[in-house]
């Protein structure tokens, strides 16, 4: 049974840039695809993107310009970064892994707020 | 449209059945997903494939679809059953999304 413990920064300022990285544990990273997902307070879930292997990548539209998700296969793990953070980012972010186009494991949640 | 559209909330008495819907024309190409989310804690996925039940989900909880609407389906609801439920798809440029979500309320 895959785990997933994800970590990071939890508070940031307007402009700042969050980074959270989400450790594999007890499965590979290969052959899967791998995704970050958040929820606003009070809002439904959110796709932000995923990394398919170490040269591809697929994000959500909107996210695009100030995305980027990678992998790690050496330390089993994968990353998202997000760009000039606004009070609309905060949420709380979840890994995931990807298995017949569904997330089926994830990790715990990571509450990031961003607030002057 | 590639949105993906739930009923905000429905309403359940213990031990009936319930039936909780998502639309959008994505459906008609790709398979829709359910989750159970909880307050506080990660969603957890009930149903893959439109109809696959991961294992050690409950049978009470099964998923169907035609056309362009996908349903998961809880026969002898629970108390524990009160929760958030999303449904999950894609389109044909691979951006996942989900529906908005439907309060579920076991009276």
């Known amino acids: 049974q895959v785990q997933l413990q994800q970590w990071g920064v939890g508070l940031l300022k307007p402009s700042e840039t969050l980074s959270l990285t989400c450790d594999v544990h007890g499965g590979p990273l290969s052959g899967y695809r791998w995704s970050w997902i958040r929820q606003a307070p009070g809002k439904g879930l959110e796709w932000i993107g995923e990394v398919v292997n170490s040269d591809i990548v697929n994000y959500k539209t909107a996210h695009r310009s100030r995305l980027s998700i990678s992998m790690d296969p050496s330390k089993n793990q994968f990353s998202l970064t997000l760009t000039s953070v606004t009070a609309a980012d905060t949420a709380v972010y979840y890994c995931?892994?990807?298995?017949?186009?569904?997330?089926?494991?994830w990790g715990q949640g990571t509450l990031v707020s961003v607030s002057s | 449209s590639s949105e993906l559209t739930q009923d905000p909330a429905v309403s359940v008495a213990l031990g009936q059945t319930v039936r909780i819907t998502c639309r959008g024309d994505?459906?008609?190409?790709?398979?829709a997903n359910w989750y159970q989310q909880k307050p506080g804690q990660a969603p957890v996925l009930l149903i893959y494939n439109q109809e696959r039940r991961p294992s050690g989900i409950p049978d009470r909880f099964s998923g169907s679809g035609s056309g362009n609407s996908a349903s998961l389906t809880i026969t002898g609801t629970q108390a524990e059953d009160e929760a958030d439920y999303y449904c999950l798809s894609r389109d044909i440029s691979e951006q996942r999304m989900f529906g908005g979500g439907t309060k579920l309320t076991v009276l």
């Open positions: 995931a892994r990807v298995f017949n186009n569904a997330f089926d494991s």
């Open positions: 994505n459906l008609r190409r790709y398979f």
